[in-house]
């Protein structure tokens, strides 16, 4: 029944190998970058940005109520199937979140629990925290401001996370 | 010995910690996909798959069992797993991110997950005795500290330890009966 003892032992050198060059490209990319662009490009951009506002606006995509509805169950096992709705409060930044279905009973009580949310891309986005009891209400945040609100550290943002937490 | 948390912290900056968790876990994680899918070539697949999200995912790991990884990797299995059948197709998201198919001299596996490799896994667990099952919903789904437990079933800290790894063990041989508990 076991699998040969060579095959999960090449298999174990492939995982090591992929988790060194892993570390390495993350290495390399926390390095601090050169700035590329002279002080004059700069000031050109911003003076552009300034004056055509829907420059600015075009360069970043906004981010629907959607992503953010999708974001919540990627995080957390318990909203599974909990089909949130949420509206913006500030865009790309705050929302509130009502679910339909009250969240798996694995919390007694919800109100004040905070649990990360992770994008499309499986990487923790921000996160959300209860407002009521029954965990069917939640104020959630993106990006910096989950940061700032204390729901989930600095370190974690961006972070890789294939399945959603348990826990 | 050091603990597996101590590995999977470590592992944060270091290869090699992480390959001692590999060691010490991967025939019992092959043993489980195995177990499930009857499958050799799949139930490696499924194996790469789990320590690839594992390590991916390394950052995320709470040391809940006292050192232990193994309730965290066989989550992390159980999810691939129920991922395949979900998709009909084996999960292998992390391997790719991480290259670990070219590094392998090894032909993907062929197999299609079906409804059938996921048989008996809820079952494993409403099986078990009702002071194990409250023991170790109490403890994972919970949360609770081995002393708020022990006041929850009327017993020790010791004893509610004990009960807790009966549990697992329990679960553990009825998930994967190849493999003895450890």
Known sequence: MTEPTTSLDRLGDALESAARADLSSKARADRPRRHRFSTRVAIAVAVLVV??????????????????????????????????????????????????????????????????????????????????????????????????QQIIGPDFLGEYAPSPGVG | MTTDADLIRASRSDADAFRLVYDRYAARVYGFHLGRTRDADAAHDLTAETFAQAWLARHTFRDQAGGSAGPWLFGIARHVLSASVRCGRLEQTACTRLGIRERLEREPATAEPDETWLDGLDEALAELPEGQLDAIRLRYVHDLPYEELAGALDTTPQAARVRVHRGLSALRLRLNPSKENT
């Open chain 1, 51 to 148: 004056l055509i506002p829907g420059v600015a606006l075009a360069a970043s995509r906004l981010i629907g109520t959607d992503a953010v509805e999708q974001s919540l169950p990627a995080g957390t096992l318990a909203l599974a199937g909990t089909s949130p709705t949420c509206t913006v409060v500030v865009q790309d930044v705050e929302y509130l979140c009502a679910l339909e279905r009250a969240p798996a009973p694995e919390v007694s009580d919800w109100k004040g629990t905070v649990e990360p949310t992770v994008d499309a891309t499986k990487h923790v986005n921000g996160g959300c925290r209860s407002l009521t009891s029954d965990g069917r209400e939640w104020r959630c945040y993106l990006g910096q401001a989950a940061v700032d």
